[in-house]
């Protein structure tokens, strides 16, 4: 016959075992979203590359607005020919601090187009 101070052992063990399983699924989901974001961020980089290169600033950042996470920043830098897009943009609208997500691309300017400000 069990003692009496061990009536309720299971149940307890059984607590700790499922906030084990329901923060190894927060963390798992976290990593889902922040890949998720960082790809969003690249695209968003791309496109907007691309639009700047034929001119089309305020395209860009449409589309930036569009295809990345809430609250991405774009940023533009111009070295002759060449220009440099980022996309910034905090992981998770900012629940998980320290983690940015961002994303980099490189065009030409087309034939035509003077400067990246569009």
Do not use: H, W
Request: proline share 3%; with cysteine; glycine share 12%.
């Amino acid at each position: 016959m069990r003692a009496r101070s061990d009536r309720g052992a299971v149940t307890v063990e059984a607590a700790i075992a499922l906030c084990g399983l329901m923060a190894m699924f927060g963390l798992v989901l976290s990593g889902i979203l922040v890949v998720t974001g960082e790809i969003r961020c690249a695209d968003a980089a791309r496109e907007a590359a691309r639009l700047v290169a034929r001119g089309q600033r305020p395209l860009a950042d449409q589309a930036v607005k569009e295809l990345a996470p809430d609250g991405a920043r774009l940023s533009v830098a111009a070295e002759g020919d060449a220009i440099t897009v980022e996309v910034r943009a905090e992981a998770i609208g900012g629940l998980l601090p320290g983690i940015e997500l961002n994303g980099r691309a490189y065009a030409v300017l087309e034939p035509g187009v003077s400067d990246a400000s569009g």
